[in-house]
């Protein structure tokens, strides 16, 4: 099936309800009046799906992210996006048997100069997400954050700095199971500022939030490569990770796993 709306769809983001089975879509609709996040939800197998919806807007809104639901005691999804007025904020839309929407108030997740922020795919058993997201200030390098948040979107314990260094920090991607999860993200090389490289840090959570935080990992590191865009999934008792590498002279991309 289309999704029939007026506009210009972009930054689609997908994710799971394991309670209903349904599949969630949401993304930026560029209109003549403005930005606004909007989303859809399907059932895969009959290929029925809701019509598609907003979630807020028109504003100055970007870069929506996701978080499923694993355990099937639950029927929402959590979102969270980019406001140029009031930060990172964020929603649960639930979704019930006859596909209708109901979303949740807004919540302001961190105030200030947020961007590039990313969601755990989903929380596991425990209910728990981590949301990360780099703050970065007018002329300063970014540095990336992080937050637990329970199944419906309430902060759990308060946020920490997962690196804060002069090097700029960048677009990060995590997943966990709900207690373990592994943040990668982009870094400045020290030696060439012009080129970077894919730092990792394992973090676990509990009910009081964020527990322990392990040392900085080195998982890609080619001195004067541009390695970037990371993806993180958690296969089992394992991560999966991908990214992009280019050489200095290369006019082409290649993805790493």
């Known amino acids: 099936f289309a999704v029939n709306q007026p506009g210009d769809e972009d930054s689609v983001r997908v994710c799971n309800i394991a309670g209903s089975g349904l599949f969630v879509m949401v993304w930026v609709n560029y209109a003549t009046t403005g930005a606004s996040i909007?989303?859809?939800?399907?059932?895969?197998?009959?290929?029925?799906?809701?019509?598609?919806w907003t979630l807020y807007g028109p504003a100055n809104v970007s870069m929506p992210v996701l978080s499923g639901e694993a355990t099937v005691f639950d029927d929402d999804c959590l979102v969270a996006w980019i406001d140029d007025t009031?930060?990172?904020?964020?929603?649960?839309?639930?979704?019930?048997?006859?596909?209708?929407?109901?979303?949740t108030p807004l919540v302001q997740?961190?105030?200030g100069a947020q961007t590039e922020s990313a969601f755990s795919k989903q929380g596991g058993n425990p209910g728990l997400h981590l949301l990360t997201w780099i703050d970065r200030p007018t002329g300063l390098s970014g540095r990336l954050r992080a937050?637990?948040?329970?199944?419906?979107?309430?902060?759990?314990?308060?946020?920490?700095?997962?690196?804060?260094?002069?090097?700029?920090?960048?677009?990060?991607?995590?997943?966990?199971?709900?207690?373990?999860?592994l943040v990668a993200w982009e870094e400045q090389e020290v030696a060439n500022?012009?080129?970077?490289?894919?730092?990792?840090?394992?973090?676990?959570v509990g009910p009081g939030g964020i527990t322990s935080q392990g040392g900085?990992?080195?998982?890609?590191?080619?001195?004067?490569?541009l390695d970037l865009a990371p993806d993180v999934a958690m296969l089992g008792d394992k991560f999966g990770i991908t990214y992009m590498g280019r050489r200095p002279a290369a006019r082409t991309t290649t993805t790493s796993t």
């Open 86 to 103: 009031y930060g990172l904020v964020g929603s649960t839309v639930a979704i019930d048997q006859n596909l209708q929407v109901t979303a």
């Open 38 to 52: 909007s989303g859809l939800a399907f059932e895969p197998v009959q290929a029925q799906a809701t019509t598609v």
């Open 147 to 181: 937050q637990v948040v329970d199944h419906d979107l309430n902060p759990i314990g308060a946020g920490v700095w997962v690196r804060s260094v002069a090097q700029d920090c960048g677009w990060p991607a995590l997943d966990g199971d709900g207690f373990r999860f």
């Open 216 to 225: 900085v990992l080195d998982l890609v590191q080619y001195p004067n490569d």
């Open 193 to 204: 500022p012009s080129s970077t490289d894919i730092r990792g840090r394992l973090i676990t």
């Open 109 to 111: 997740l961190a105030a």
